[in-house]
Each structure stands twice: as C-alpha cells, then as structure tokens.
C-alpha cells in the first residue's frame, strides 16, 4: 500500500516534466504571428528579441524602417525627457507617456516596457477597458493589460509601461 502512494506521484511529476519540457518552444521556433510576421521563441541573448520583432514588423508591415542607429537597448528607443503626444526624431514616431493626457494605445503602436535594457511589444487589440501586446522572446507573448481611462487621459495599468510610439498623431 505504501508502494501505491509514492508510486502514483512519481509517475505523476515524471508524465508532468515530459508534457513540460515537449511544450515549451525551442528558441528559434514560431510560436505566433501578426500581420504575416511570424514571431519566434528567444529572448536574451538571442537574434529572437522584442526589440528585433518590433523592428522587423514595422519594415515589414507598416513600410517605416526604424532608425539604425538605435541600439537593442529599448530604454534608448523612448525619450522620457518628451512631453506627450510629442515626435522623437530618434525614432520618428510620435511619442506617448503612460498616463498619457493625449489618448490611448491603438493597434500597430509600439509600447515601451521598463527592464534592464527595456522591452517592446506591438498593441494588437484595444477596448476601452484593455489592450493586448504581443512580444518576441517573453514567455507570454500576447499579454492583455488593463486600461483605465480618466477624464485626464488613459492609463496602463501595469507600471513597466513607460508610454507607446507610433507612426501618426
């Protein structure tokens, strides 16, 4: 009877480690796709980062080339000295804060995320009460975060969000 009772755990975490490990994505593999643009499983230290997706959708995609000269630091990309609504000649987009006194995220905008060299994801979807982001390298790609909007403007609730970009005001 003992036998039965560490048996069946055993079995248990060994069926769970197998369902785990065959799950997870290989760096390097689809996993999603937006617009035709496939997004891969990566992340540090890999081609396959946020930064690289946002770059290769809105070539691809939307037909503007972001600036060359912008590193992978993503931090870099969002000019926190710009008030809202404002253009970043860096980037050449318009450059949204969160709270922003201007509007909210729309589809196709890049929103800018804290980190240690930041992170970027594209909007994909918007209600008045969230939005959806899809990312390359994380290991939820398509993340919905609540939206608050105020008489003063919108805001993301989720505090890694420094603000959003995109290509017209």
């Known amino acids: 009877m003992k036998h039965k009772r560490l048996i069946m755990p055993a079995v248990l975490c060994g069926l769970l480690m197998i ?6 994505p290989r760096t390097g593999d689809i996993v999603d796709s937006l617009n035709g643009i496939s997004i891969y499983a990566g992340g540090a230290g890999t081609n396959y ?9 809105y070539s691809k995609h939307l037909g503007h080339p972001l ?7 993503i931090l ?8 809202d609504g404002s253009f970043n000649d860096n980037m050449q987009l318009y450059q949204f804060t969160n709270p ?11 929103v800018v995320l804290k980190g240690k060299q930041g992170e970027a994801g594209v909007v994909i979807q918007e209600t008045t009460q969230s939005t959806t982001i899809i990312r390359q390298g994380a290991i939820f790609f ?12 919108c805001y993301i609730t989720n505090s890694r969000i420094l603000g959003w970009m995109r290509k017209t005001k």
């Open 49 to 57: 980062t946020s930064g690289e997706f946002v770059r290769r959708y």
């Open 67 to 73: 600036p060359a000269n912008h590193s992978d630091n």
């Open 142 to 153: 398509r993340e919905q975060e609540a939206l608050r909007e105020r008489k003063t403007g």
């Open 76 to 83: 870099s990309w969002f000019d926190i000295d710009l008030p």
């Open 19 to 24: 369902a785990y490990f065959h799950v997870q």
């Open 100 to 110: 922003s006194p201007s509007g909210c995220p729309q589809a196709d905008d890049i």
